[in-house]
T-cell receptor, first 113, second 110 residues
Framework: GAGVSQSPRYKVAKRGQDVALRCDPI?????LFWYQQALGQGPEFLTY????????KSGLPSDRFFAERPEGSVSTLKIQRTQQEDSAVYLC???????????FGSGTRLTVV | KQEVTQIPAALSVPEGENLVLNCSFT??????LQWFRQDPGKGLTSLLL?????REQTSGRLNASLDKSSGRSTLYIAASQPGDSATYLC?????????FGQGTELSVKP
């Protein structure tokens, strides 16, 4: 596709519910990143894939967060047993190579009530 | 651990003014630096990308500089317009990922 597509755009979850956020990167982009952005803050790194391999998951805040990219294209970020502190915008980015920079999607705004 | 700081946190200027946004980083071993714009409720739009070997990049009314040795970058916006109102984020690429500053929220008054 022409850009990075994320769905849903907005998600309201009750505390304790599981959620799944989808990212469809630019076709041919090898690298895919997930970031979490709290209100008024800069994005914080969560995890990074190169093709289907998850090379860095050091930013995942707890074992309730899980990300996958089984075929090296679409990625899903799953949050189990959501908590209020999980409320944030979740941004996905893809890159052909670092030298070309990163392209971000519009994000998914998650609100846990 | 790399830390990226942006000053000021917020800036309000009248239309037509030239302005400078500042970004500093603690570890100079970066691959590149990227400036983004974020409108309320939206994702990030890439403005300028500066490779670590470069000193500056220009696009229209925007000019970004990079001084890797001192750990600083500036984004210069000429003849500001109300449509420039947004949050501006700088990010350094290191270890295969981007590390962001907190952003500068810019308001350009007509």
């Amino acid at each position: 596709g022409a850009g990075v597509s994320q769905s849903p755009r907005y998600k309201v979850a009750k505390r304790g519910q599981d959620v799944a956020l989808r990212c469809d990167p630019i076709s041919g982009h090898v690298s895919l990143f997930w970031y979490q952005q709290a209100l008024g803050q800069g994005p914080e790194f969560l995890t990074y894939f190169q093709n289907e391999a998850q090379l860095d998951k050091s930013g995942l805040p707890s074992d309730r967060f899980f990300a996958e990219r089984p075929e090296g294209s679409v990625s899903t970020l799953k949050i189990q047993r959501t908590q209020q502190e999980d409320s944030a915008v979740y941004l996905c980015a893809s890159s052909q190579e670092s030298v070309y920079g990163y392209t971000f999607g519009s994000g998914t705004r998650l609100t846990v009530v | 651990k790399q830390e990226v700081t942006q000053i000021p946190a917020a800036l309000s200027v009248p239309e037509g003014e030239n302005l400078v946004l500042n970004c500093s980083f603690t570890d100079s071993a970066i691959y590149n630096l990227q400036w983004f714009r974020q409108d309320p409720g939206k994702g990030l739009t890439s403005l300028l990308l500066i490779q670590s070997s470069q000193r500056e990049q220009t696009s229209g009314r925007l000019n970004a500089s990079l001084d890797k040795s001192s750990g600083r970058s500036t984004l210069y916006i000429a003849a500001s317009q109300p449509g420039d109102s947004a949050t501006y984020l700088c990010a350094v690429s290191q270890g295969g990922k981007l590390i962001f500053g907190q952003g500068t929220e810019l308001s350009v008054k007509p």
